[in-house]
């Protein structure tokens, strides 16, 4: 008899410690949160399990799943007329592999793919379909951009530890460079990345005026 009562005590004691559901609400009673649970050592709350995040309509805008208040694992959101806009994936608190954002068609817009939350890779479609960012990444650099390009007649290579050799008229001018995803710091001034596939890229130039457009032309290995 006495082993019998210390099975169900153990038993309530286990069900009772394991993860519980809680809502949270809008001002005008619209469920805003709905999660699961469990109670830490100090009392607080942490967020264990299946976590739902909803728009004011009533519309699911983001799930997944958190693992110690930390999400874990892939997510997904979601405009407020219900389509798929994003997906993505966490481990051990950072970004890996494809994090897809699509447009309310269901077509991708732009894909980030991570190694442990560092950006490998981003492509960006346009409204067509067409690919018009392709560009590779390491440690946070443009790799992509490494290589000999053409402004308007003048040689610009790009070397991988920064340096960018320009053939000018006057002669060889070398100074710093450096690149990211969003944009391209060149003689100082940085420069917003407006497309970039793998024979050409686009950069904008701020001006007094109206914003200008300059346009690198890959070159080939013989030049």
């Not at 909803?54 to 110690?68: D, I, P, R």
């Not at 290589?147 to 790009?158: A, E, Q, R, T, V």
């Not at 497309?195 to 013989?222: A, G, Q, Y």
Request: charged fraction near 30%.
């Amino acid at each position: 008899m006495k082993g019998k009562f210390i099975v169900i005590c153990v038993a309530l004691f286990v069900f009772s410690c394991g993860p519980k559901e809680k809502e949270t609400l809008y001002p005008d009673g619209q469920t805003k949160e709905r999660f699961e649970f469990t109670v830490g050592e100090n009392g607080s709350e942490l967020k264990n399990g299946a976590y739902t995040l909803f728009h004011s309509n009533g519309q699911v805008k983001e799930n997944g799943n958190y693992v110690q208040n930390e999400k874990n694992g892939t997510w997904k959101e979601f405009d407020m007329k219900g389509n798929l806009i994003r997906e993505y994936v966490v481990s051990d608190g950072s970004f890996q592999g494809d994090d897809i954002r699509y447009n309310p068609n269901g077509d991708s817009v732009e894909l980030r793919k991570y190694d442990k939350g560092g950006l490998q890779q981003l492509v960006q479609w346009d409204k067509k379909g067409n690919v018009y960012k392709n560009i590779e990444l390491r440690e946070g650099k443009n790799i992509s951009i490494i290589g000999k390009w053409d402004l308007d007649g003048i040689p610009y290579d790009f070397k991988e530890n920064g340096t960018l050799v320009m053939d000018r008229s006057m002669g060889r001018v070398t100074d710093r460079y450096r690149a990211n995803a969003d944009e391209v710091v060149l003689l100082g001034k940085p420069h917003k990345i407006l497309s970039f596939t793998e024979d050409r890229f686009e950069l904008e130039v701020k001006s007094m005026f109206n914003p200008m457009t300059i346009t690198f032309e890959k070159m080939s290995n013989n030049n």
